[in-house]
């Protein structure tokens, strides 16, 4: 049998869209559907549209719920939403958007043949009305992504809409999502719902396909990015919002140390989105504060490596602001922690004497220095002793790095290695994605570069 799907969808006099979600709610593949219909105290005509729905709904098999409220915003009526949830999924949606006829059941299939799995993330796609026609923008290619956290969202302002998750409401509960829910403002209800979601370090599955439509015209955010005042308005309020959500993680979701790292991205993510709205960035005196704002909490949300980046936070912390969302994405693909011996290949040349300060202390820290020139009398290399290379000796869980830069040296080097069968292969133009490799696995993990 399917998952029951609990669906929360909230609305405030929206007469001329919720005809239309509704139509795309029926439309579902899947049959097995709560529908919860939180009425936020609407004016216009939205609650005569809900009542001549539910008999559709009834009609298409899914259950529903009506609840009518005093107006009291989104936060309060999400909430009033989600303690009535039955299934065992749980979504939220919007009642001017509209939804894929696979929305539901791409995500809820997913989650009922992975019982590991605790939440899905689908993508979206957003469109404008123009007279009777919708313009969708097109599909841009999207990056697969192979992990999830709140560190990764706020940095790269992704998937910071509720509509965009399902959750299984068991892993749901143990967030205590409910209980924690800051229904003391009428702006925005995404941190209270993506935040403890995504802290638990629950298991995800993301869906690269646009599963979700946003009506872009009717988008509140619409009115945000162009005025300058409500902007800093919504994201001073957002950034309020998160710092309360990160406060109410227990200890087994974020220690002292996470939430101050979640904090600095919460202000990152807010000086870099104000960043974006044109009128805020030809403002230069605005802009150089906001971007002075943007690089301070950078440095701070990775604190763990202060030291390093002292030495090296010129490029670093360039790289760091306009490079790290692809790093962050390459990541899982492009480097892998050592799990045997790490071995330092050329090391006799001054590339390596350059680049072995910044791997001192790191798990990519070599072992052993090898090169085709060593002789019986040669010194030690930051404490590292040299041996003559000998690529018969390479286990399959070595880790090799290569220090020359010179690209012919670096040829002979890949023919050598051609058959040979080790766990990673490292070259010297690789050590600046290093650098941020190893800077974001020390904030998102916790740890420090030498773990």
Known sequence: MQGKVSMVITCYNKEEYIGDMFNTVISQEWDNLEVIIVNDGSTDGTRGIITDYVTKLEKRGYLNKVIDIENSGICTAAKKGLECATGDYICIIDADDELDTQYVSKMAEWLDNNSDYDYVVCDKRAYIISGKDKIFNDITQRVQMEFFSTEWILFTSSALTVWRYMVRSSYFRKCKVIENYNTS?????????????????GKVKYINMPLYYVNDG??????????????????NNYRILCYSAIDLLPDEAADKKRKTILKNLTDYFRANTLLSFDDIRSDNEVAEKLDKERQEAAKNMLFPYKQFLSEHEKGVMHYFVNNAKEAL?????????????VIGCGAKGQDAKKLLPFLKGTCFEPCMLWDRR??????????ISFEKQNFKEVLDTDTLIVFPEKANIQDEFRAELLNINSFQVLFSQDMHDLKIYLAFDSMLEGGNLNE
Do not use: Q
């Open 374 to 383: 060593v002789t019986g009398n040669d010194e030690k290399l930051f404490g």
């Open 218 to 235: 009717c988008d509140g955010m619409s009115k945000v990015r162009n005025d300058a005042e409500r902007a800093f308005k919504y994201y």
């Open 329 to 341: 994405a390459n990541k899982p693909n492009k480097f892998r922690k050592p799990v045997g011996r």
């Open 185 to 201: 403002n009428r702006w925005s209800h995404e941190p209270g719902f993506i935040i403890p979601i995504t802290a638990y370090n």
